[in-house]
C-alpha cells in the first residue's frame, strides 16, 4: 500500500455497530476452567463490561450441552439498558409459534432489543443429540419455513392455520406481538443453502473473519441472492473476529504468540473434516497462508480445528481498528469481537478500539473522505509488520 486513496469505497458501510458474544464464567481457550456453570458474578461483571465499553449487541450462542440462549438472553435484558441480546435458536429445538412467542415476550422485556440467530445445525451428530436426524440440506429448507411462520406469528392479525413440509397447526393467532413490529433475524452459515435461505429471508447474514477479497465476493453472492429473490432492503452483513490486541504490534504478536500455543495445548483434541462449511473455509485460509491482508491471522483457526469463530486479528488497537475498517469498507456493517481472554479483551476493545472506528466513522460522514487511520496503520501491508510476525514465532 504506497498511495493512500482517501475516497470513501462505493461499498463501505456507512456505519457499524458491535458485536460479543457472551460468556457465562471465566473459562478461556487460555485457560479452561472445567465447569458447566454460569458465574453469576462473572456474567454480571461481563454484560456490563459490554454494556459500558459502548458495544451495541450480544450473542448468546447456543448448543445442547450449553446454558439456554433464551434464558440467558433475557438476563443480559434485565442486567443492561442498552445492548441487544441476540438470542442463537436452533429450529429443531422449538416449535415456530412457540419460538415467536418466546422472541416477542424478550422483546417486550427488554423494550424493543431482540434479536434472533437462527442456527440450522452444522453437524450431524451434535443435532442427533436433541433428536434431529434431518440431513443439513433439509434442516436449512426448515430455517426457511421457521422465519416465514416467525413474521406470520408476530404479525397476522388473526388465527392462522398452516399446513407445511416441518411444521403443521390450526388456527393460531393472533400471537403475542413484539415491542414495535418486527424483531431483526439473522442467519448464519456457508453452504449453499445458507446462502439462499439468508439471501432471501434473513435481516442480518453472519461470517466468520475472511481475507476481504473473499469477503467480497461472498457478500455479492448474498446480495445478489437477495436482489433474485426480490428484496429491496438486503441483508445487514455480520462479520466476526478474535482480536489480539497490545500497545504495539511487536507486542501484540508475542501475546498472539504465546495464546496460540496455550490454545493449542487445550484443544488439540479437535482432528478431522468439519461438517460445516463455514469451519472448512476457514481451515482452507489457514492451510494456504497465516496472514492475510493487513492483520487477519490464521493459526488460531489452525490449531482449534476452526471450531466456532477463530480467524484473529493481531496488532495495537489502531492497526486493528483500521483492519475492522478495511472490512467495513467492503459493505461488513456489525463487527462481531471477542478476545481470548475474554473480559479483559472486551473492556480493552471498548475501551482502545471501538472509538478508534467510530472516530473513523465520524470523520467520514462530516468531510466526505476517509481518515488517516488506515494510511498510518498499515499493519501487514509495511515490511516490519511481517516480520514481528515471523520473528517471535521460534
Ligand atoms: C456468527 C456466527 C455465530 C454462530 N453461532 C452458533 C451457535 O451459537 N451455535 C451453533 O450451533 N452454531 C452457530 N453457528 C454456526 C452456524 O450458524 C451454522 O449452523 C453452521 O455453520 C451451518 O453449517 P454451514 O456453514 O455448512 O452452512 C454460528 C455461525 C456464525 C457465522
Do not use: C
Request: charged share 25%; aromatic share 10%.
Amino acid at each position: 500500500m504506497t498511495t493512500f486513496d482517501t475516497s470513501i469505497p462505493p461499498t463501505a458501510s456507512p456505519e457499524a455497530e458491535f458485536i460479543s458474544l457472551s460468556h457465562l464464567n471465566p473459562s478461556t481457550e487460555l485457560e479452561p476452567i472445567p465447569s458447566r456453570g454460569i458465574d453469576l458474578t462473572y456474567f454480571r461483571r461481563y454484560v456490563r463490561s459490554l454494556e459500558e465499553g459502548g458495544y451495541d449487541y450480544t450473542l448468546l450462542p447456543y448448543g445442547s450441552g450449553t446454558a439456554d440462549s433464551f434464558v440467558t438472553a433475557s438476563a443480559v435484558g434485565q442486567l443492561t439498558e442498552r445492548i441487544k441480546p441476540i438470542v442463537a435458536l436452533r429450529p429443531n429445538t422449538t416449535f415456530p409459534t412457540v419460538g415467536a412467542q418466546k422472541l416477542a415476550t424478550l422483546d417486550q422485556l427488554t423494550e424493543g432489543r431482540a434479536v434472533v440467530h437462527i442456527i440450522s445445525g452444522g453437524n450431524d451428530a451434535e443435532q442427533a443429540r436433541q433428536g434431529d436426524y434431518l440431513p443439513k440440506a433439509k434442516r436449512y429448507a426448515r430455517t426457511s419455513e421457521y422465519v416465514d411462520l416467525l413474521r406470520r406469528s408476530w404479525t397476522e392479525p388473526a388465527p392462522f392455520s398452516h399446513d407445511g413440509e416441518f411444521y403443521k397447526f390450526d388456527e393460531f393467532g393472533p400471537g403475542f406481538a413484539p415491542y414495535a413490529g418486527s424483531i431483526p433475524i439473522s442467519i448464519g452459515g456457508q453452504s449453499d443453502e445458507a446462502f439462499a435461505v439468508g439471501g432471501a429471508k434473513a435481516d442480518i447474514f453472519s461470517f466468520w473473519g475472511e481475507p476481504l477479497a473473499d469477503l467480497r465476493s461472498e457478500i455479492d453472492r448474498v446480495h445478489q441472492l437477495a436482489r433474485d429473490a426480490g428484496r429491496t432492503t438486503l441483508p445487514r452483513i455480520w462479520v466476526t473476529f478474535r482480536p489480539i490486541i497490545a500497545q504495539t504490534d511487536e507486542l501484540a504478536w508475542r501475546k498472539a504468540h504465546e495464546y496460540v500455543k496455550l490454545v493449542e495445548a487445550n484443544f488439540s483434541r479437535y482432528t478431522g473434516k468439519p461438517q460445516n462449511v463455514g469451519s472448512q473455509r476457514a481451515l482452507d485460509f489457514a492451510n494456504r497462508s497465516d496472514l492475510y491482508d493487513r492483520a487477519l491471522w490464521t493459526r488460531t483457526a489452525a490449531v482449534t480445528n476452526a471450531a466456532g469463530a477463530s480467524t484473529a486479528l493481531v496488532g495495537s488497537p489502531e492497526t486493528v481498528a483500521a483492519a475492522i475498517l478495511d472490512y467495513i469498507d467492503q459493505g461488513a456493517s456489525l463487527v462481531s469481537i471477542r478476545g481470548y481472554d475474554t473480559l479483559a479483551d472486551a473492556v480493552d476493545y471498548g475501551r482502545y478500539v471501538l472509538p478508534l472506528v467510530r472516530q473513523e466513522l465520524a470523520h467520514r460522514k462530516t468531510t466526505g473522505q476517509r481518515g488517516r487511520l488506515q494510511a498510518e496503520h498499515l499493519g501487514n501491508y509495511a515490511p516490519e509488520y511481517g516480520e514481528f510476525a515471523t520473528a517471535v514465532r521460534s
